[in-house]
């Protein structure tokens, strides 16, 4: 099973370096005290800035969050220039030599995986006992640019984060890594799904524990498989994401609670697991078409 893994340092192979001292300005958002497994996320605006040679022990994705800036790149003692829009990422390949300089500032995200999570998503995914990450520079990447703002929206609720939500997008992010920008090209492995009792067991887990702040290791524990391994098999027995059984068992609470019509919207949201009113009606209006009032008035 995977933990959480360490801060890791951007610019610096020695874990206990303070990146305030190689960067101008300390990140604007980090998930450093979360309990986020195998990854960690920073969003920065820094200064213009040129590095020194870095390395770190995490596969380290940049992601630029600003129009049209100029990155420089070092090939050996050659610097390259090139421009990156928005939406484009980065990717350092853990433990690799790199530096960098930008000309104005620059808004980015910083995603560092634990090579770890993906020798084991890659082996339980694809069959293979290892996995080559390669560099690239400036390249558009639509699907991680979303994977992104979906992380820093999650990391600004804090503590009350859904953290199953967190692990079904890393799975996601770490699937699409290993299929794009490895060594080599490689498919999925076809699934036939959990056993008709492994999925049983899931499920009712699930239906008692719903409302609480439920992680893939909490469920994938109770039919005794890898976080990964479960979530691939639960979609394929089901056709939804474990994250996505939670939030429909919540919807279906949720509207059996409006329906009585004795508690507020703002404790019926408190009942079902969200951690604010405005969270559950965005949700409740994406999965029904009608904010919970609506729903509630219709119902008399």
Not at 282 to 299: A, E, G, I
Request: overall charge positive; charged content about 20%.
């Amino acid at each position: 099973m995977l933990s959480k893994i360490e801060q890791p340092s951007l610019i610096s192979g020695d874990r206990d370096s303070d990146l305030s001292q190689l960067l101008p300005k300390k990140p604007l958002f980090s998930s450093q005290k979360l309990d986020w497994a195998g990854i960690f996320l920073e969003y920065h605006c820094q200064s213009t800035w040129e590095t020194p040679y870095f390395s770190s022990p995490y596969h380290s994705i940049i992601v630029n969050n600003s129009h049209q800036i100029q990155i420089g790149r070092w090939s050996g003692n050659h610097k390259l220039h090139q421009q990156s829009n928005k939406g484009d990422l980065t990717i350092f390949p853990a433990n690799s030599q790199n530096k960098h300089s930008w000309n104005r500032e620059w808004e980015f995200f910083l995603l560092c995986l634990d090579p770890k999570l993906m020798t084991q998503i890659a082996y339980e995914s694809i069959g293979v006992e290892s996995i080559e990450i390669l560099p690239c520079f400036a390249t558009p990447d639509p699907l991680i640019y979303q994977f992104c703002q979906a992380l820093i929206s999650e990391l600004r609720l804090g503590e009350s984060c859904c953290c199953l939500y967190v692990e079904h997008l890393v799975s996601a992010l770490s699937i699409h890594l290993i299929r794009k920008y490895s060594a080599k090209n490689h498919s999925l492995r076809d699934a036939n799904g959990l056993s008709q009792g492994k999925l049983q067991q899931a499920i009712s887990y699930i239906n008692e524990h719903f409302t609480e702040n439920l992680s893939l290791k909490d469920i994938s524990n109770v039919v005794g498989m890898s976080p990964f391994y479960f979530t691939n098999l639960f979609k394929q027995s089901t056709g939804m994401t474990a994250y996505q059984y939670v939030i429909y068992r919540r919807i279906e609470r949720a509207k059996q609670l409006l329906r009585q019509q004795e508690l507020s919207i703002g404790e019926v949201s408190s009942q079902v697991g969200f951690e604010s009113q405005s969270h559950f009606t965005n949700v409740f209006r994406k999965h029904t078409s009608r904010t919970p009032k609506m729903y509630r008035m219709d119902t008399k």
